[in-house]
């Protein structure tokens, strides 16, 4: 379990999150919604012990964040971020393996098991066909699920994923969600930054962020109504339910 308890995050001068409390649990995908501007991508920074609150604390396995080691954090969470382009244009199976560092003894070679979850990230990701291909000739949305490969190579017990869908295609887009769930089925927690509404639906939980408030949290079909998401953006939604999956519409 994850759990943030009172966050207060500034940066640069400016608050850009205010007295977030939330619980995160294993097993579940969450997805964290809101505005431009809302605070989505801090507080999933946050929840990866990259940015220092100016007050509260978020604890994972009930040790807080702050106080875990280099090796014990990059084992227990996978960040996923939103940009973020390697220092060298290595290959995207260079880049895949980095993510079995934390789980090598330094400066030891790669082992079977290593090996194992490289290749099984890669096919997962449809991407092991540009394992010989360098970063920097492929595509935004090849790159994406190159980056997420190498995530799912560490096998850690949280993926914090800001904006995994952005650059993919609608066949993409569903295959990167599919794989979320398929993380949390195996009782790992999965959380993403999202701005597609119709992407959020499909999560078990959902966090609703405006101007770095809280407005709601919990499970998807408590929290997508029409009046939270309504003071979250500043429009109406209608609220559909089509054969049991819930549908966002934007209002007249």
């Known amino acids: 379990m994850i759990a943030v308890d009172r966050l207060t995050l500034a940066l640069g001068g400016q608050t850009v999150l205010n007295e977030v409390s939330l619980t995160l649990r294993p097993g579940r995908v969450t997805a964290i919604i809101g505005p431009n501007g809302a605070g989505k991508t801090s507080l ?7 940015v220092a609150p100016q007050s509260g604390r978020i604890t994972i396995h009930g040790v807080p ?10 084992r227990w969470i996978g960040y996923l971020p939103q940009d973020g382009e390697p220092a060298w244009n290595v290959t995207a199976l260079e880049l895949v393996a980095l993510g079995r560092l934390p789980h090598r003894s330094r400066l030891a070679a790669p082992s079977p098991k290593d090996d194992e979850a490289v290749f099984a990230a890669l096919a997962a990701t449809d991407t092991a066909r540009f394992a010989k291909r360098t970063i920097a000739t492929l595509s935004g949305g090849e790159k994406a699920r190159v980056k997420m490969a190498r995530v ?88 559909l339910d089509h054969m049991g999956r819930i549908a966002i519409l934007p209002g007249a």
């Open 44 to 50: 999933i920074r946050a929840l990866a012990g990259l």
């Open 152 to 239: 799912l190579a560490g096998d850690p017990d949280w993926i914090l994923a800001d904006e995994p869908i952005a650059n993919l295609d609608p066949q993409h887009q569903r295959d990167m969600l599919k794989l979320l769930h398929a993380a949390a089925a195996r009782g790992k927690g999965a959380v993403a930054v999202l701005h597609q509404l119709d992407a959020a639906t499909t999560a078990d939980d959902v966090v609703i962020l405006k101007n770095g408030s809280l407005i709601a949290s919990g499970p998807a079909r408590d929290v997508l109504s029409a009046t939270n998401l309504e003071a979250a953006f500043g429009m109406t939604f209608d609220i």
């Open 65 to 74: 964040v702050a106080e875990l080691s280099s090796v014990a954090r990059a």
